[in-house]
Every structure is written in C-alpha cells, then in structure tokens.
C-alpha cells in the first residue's frame, strides 16, 4: 500500500498519509513508521477513527499497551484504552482563568511513575469547531539549543516528580485510594538520554515535578524556572489543529504537551488514547 511521509514543521512532527490504521501494517511500513517516529517525534496519521479494538491493535505495532492510573477513564472491554471526554458540557464547566485546568499545563504523560510511558496515541473521536489544539514542545531541540554554562549547570541534576505539585498553575484530579498507592514519589534525571536515539533533553514536567533533590526549595525553584522559561520559547513548538479521526502518535521523552482549553461550550471534544511502556529513565 503506497503511503507518504511528510515533515509538518521544522520543529517536529510528520504527517503519514495513504495508510489503513485498520488493516494490518507490512513489515516494510512498520519499519518505516518507527524510524520516523524516532526521528520526527511526532506522527499525525490521518484516519477515521478506529474502534477501539483496532486502535489497541495498531499500537501494537509500536509498543506495549499498559494499564493507565485513572480506572474511570478506561474502556469497559479494553481497559489499556482510556476514553478522554474534555467537552464543556455547561457554562460553568468552563473556568475564566482557563490556567485553572490541568490540560492546558505544560506535561509529559506519566513522570509521576518509575517506569513513565515511552509514548502516546491520542485519536480524536470529536473535535470543536475551534480551539482544542493540542501544543508540542521539543525537549531535545531545547536541549541542544541551550547556551553551554546553562547545560553544565544541570547535567548532574535529578528532579523529584509527584502526581501533584505546588508548582503546577491547576490541582491534579482526586485520587481513590488504589490509585494513590500506585503514585508514590519518584525521582528522574532532569536531562535525560533517549534509549533508542541516545540523544539527551531536558525532562521536566512543569505539572508533576516538584523539586531538584538535594537543593532548598528556593534554589530548586529558580533553577525550574529557568529551565522552564527556556522550554516554552516559541521556536521549540509545534500546535496541531485536530481533524476527526486524526491519530497523533508522540515520543514522551522528548516531548512535552499541553491543550489549548478555549472551545466553545456544549461543543463535544473527545480523544481515545493509549499509553506504551517505557524504561526507567536515563
Ligand atoms: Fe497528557
């Protein structure tokens, strides 16, 4: 089946046209599609949307479907797929300060864990008219552009990650009991080297991460700052404008993502995703 492959932005990103998600993927397409996710980062896959079953098939191909924190997101028959329902059903679902919603921070799914999730498949089932976009960041590409003094000032570091944390704009949604067990405190590296590509980037969660180990918080806190200020320039992101059907597979570890929460009210917005396993970050 002839398909293409085509960069969307200088930054990141690859649109993959002329593929049936649906239908099973030749060896010669898988290992076309996994080289360019480890080189772009970011596939957007145009498509109808799946079921659910043949979503969970399809990203097979590039991983190990796991078990996600929040069970009342999940999908009765296939509970490794999650069903992510963002519509503002009334008015006053929609917050005035929309910094007050935990999608529009900055994040990469899953640091609260040892083991965080290498990558994500997000497929929208319903788009608003507008807004919704969902923003990109290039952790690598940030990595590599910041200036030397900065780089060996955090080479050494390591960041405890919390399933919340002060320093995020919005609070996380309440835990049951299970789920609480499961999000014990974890520290990773702040720069991180890529298992497959080994290239480094920063891995800082500016919802999850809490603090640098070892540092008072007013020092760790001036250190995320910067870091942070550094990340959300302009010329390390990427936003993508939903389609209906459209399949975003992204790279966790190089990647950071946040929503664009202004869409109209009663306006369905919904995404089924699927997390893959990763390794202890390095
Ligand atoms: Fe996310």
New binding site residues.
Partial sequence: MPFDIKPVSSVMGARVTGLDLSQPISDTAENALKAAFLQYHLLCFESRPLSVEKFLVFARVFGTPQLQLLSNLQDNNFPEVSILNSTYKTRHDKPKDLAKLRLSGW?T?DSYFEKPAKA?LLQALHVPDKGGQTRFINTRLAYERMPEAVKNNVAKLEATHCYDTVRAAARAQKLTAEEQQKTNDVVHPLIRTHEETGRQAIYLNPNRTDHIRGKSRKESDAILDVLYAWLIKKDFQYEHNWRRGDLLLWDNRCLL?SVNVDFPVGQRREHQRILLQGTRPV
């Fill in positions: 994040h799914d994500t993502h």
